[in-house]
């Protein structure tokens, strides 16, 4: 407890002292990690239990919530267990459908909006330790001005960030600045790791115009596979992001515009448009590589059938010498040996003589 204590500093954890024997009341602690209330301007404070309670009892239309408040509390769910999914899934505060998408664990990507309410799902990177191998993952919130409700199966590091970054200078105006936080954060992620491909690409470039006799390829047709491959992962993931912000029909509230609708509408944009760049530079890279191989292959061929054509005369004449039959020319002779071979060989000039006059070599 001291640990998580010290990684959250004013999160409400079950176990705090909330009640005389130390537990939050009953149904509140399902899978709840934290609950703060977040005024612009001050620190953040954790909830009591009865905010708490109160909070997810409130059964007020979200079209009685059409404009932001002076404070707004962010509760987070931990749904692995399938009983804080059933406690999730049947919060008073919200309609059944919401928090039955709030309950859900398969990977989707939506955003819907209501006047005073807006729910979705967002995809996020796993906690693996390099960003490389980092797996995709979903987490689902919804909002109302006065109210922010996140959950998710997986550790997601996007949330912890947007948690950590909650201070007294840098409370948002509602909590649609903390999906945007949490956004920007992924999408920064993603630039990061289009830029490390980026470099891995320059690389393989470099050492494709560098390279002489094109004998050592293949292990730059994996570097320019493996970059090409995670970009379009990337892509994936991202390609839904900026299809459902820059969707028309979507009437997102005004307290929520400003954030989702113009700062985080053009950060996923931007992060398409490297990972489009990148694209197309993996695939024309790609193309010169498979040019550049199938150049060296030609060569290749073009050396064996050459060589091949040269010793033809040669080995026409060593197998006629090569007869068991009577009477064969130069076999009585001392230098029948040194004389076959000098028939050879001028075989094998006037062939490569040929050739060249032919313009075939």
């Not at 959950?151 to 649609?176: E, Q, Y």
Request: aromatic share 6%; proline share 6%; charged share 25%.
């Amino acid at each position: 407890m001291s640990n998580t204590r010290s990684q959250l500093p004013f999160s409400v954890v079950a176990g705090q002292d909330m009640k005389p024997n130390g537990v939050l009341p009953h149904g509140i602690a399902n899978g709840l990690v934290w609950a703060i209330r977040a005024r612009p301007g001050e620190d953040p404070v954790p909830l009591e239990p009865h905010e708490i309670e109160s909070l997810l009892n409130d059964r007020t239309p979200p079209s009685n919530y059409p404009k932001p408040s002076e404070s707004w509390a962010w509760l987070h769910f931990d749904t692995v267990h399938s009983s804080a999914r059933q406690h999730v899934a049947t919060l008073p505060c919200l309609p059944e459908d919401v928090s039955a998408m709030l309950a859900e664990t398969e990977y989707g990507v939506m955003l819907e909006a209501l006047p005073g309410l807006v729910w979705g799902a967002l995809p996020a990177f796993d906690d693996a330790v390099s960003e490389e191998d980092r797996d995709i993952c979903a987490w689902r919130f919804a909002m109302r001005p006065d109210l922010l409700i996140t959950t998710r199966r997986n550790p997601i590091p996007v949330l912890g960030a947007a948690f950590r970054t909650l201070r007294a200078d840098s409370i948002p105006r509602s909590p649609a600045g903390v999906i945007d936080r949490a956004l920007r954060e992924f999408t920064g992620s993603v630039r990061r790791q289009i830029g490390k491909l980026d470099d891995e690409l320059d690389r393989a470039e470099d050492a494709l115009l560098l390279i002489e006799r094109r004998t050592d390829l293949g292990h730059l047709g994996g570097i320019v596979g493996k970059g090409r491959r995670r970009a379009t992962e990337l892509r994936r993931v991202v390609t839904p992001i900026d299809r459902v912000l820059r969707d028309e029909d979507l009437e997102l509230p005004e307290w929520a515009e400003d954030e989702l609708r113009d700062r985080t509408e053009r950060q996923v944009h931007a992060a398409l448009d490297d990972m489009i760049a990148l694209l197309d530079r993996a695939r024309s890279l790609q193309d010169e590589l498979g040019s550049s191989q199938a150049e060296e292959t030609n060569r290749r061929l073009y050396i064996l059938t050459a060589a091949t054509i040269l010793m033809f005369p040669a080995t026409l004449v060593t197998g006629f010498f090569g007869m068991n039959t009577g009477g064969m020319y130069l076999a009585s002779g001392q230098y029948g040996t040194i004389e076959a071979g000098i028939v050879c060989f001028i075989a094998m000039i006037l062939t490569w003589v040929f050739l060249k006059l032919a313009r075939l070599l």
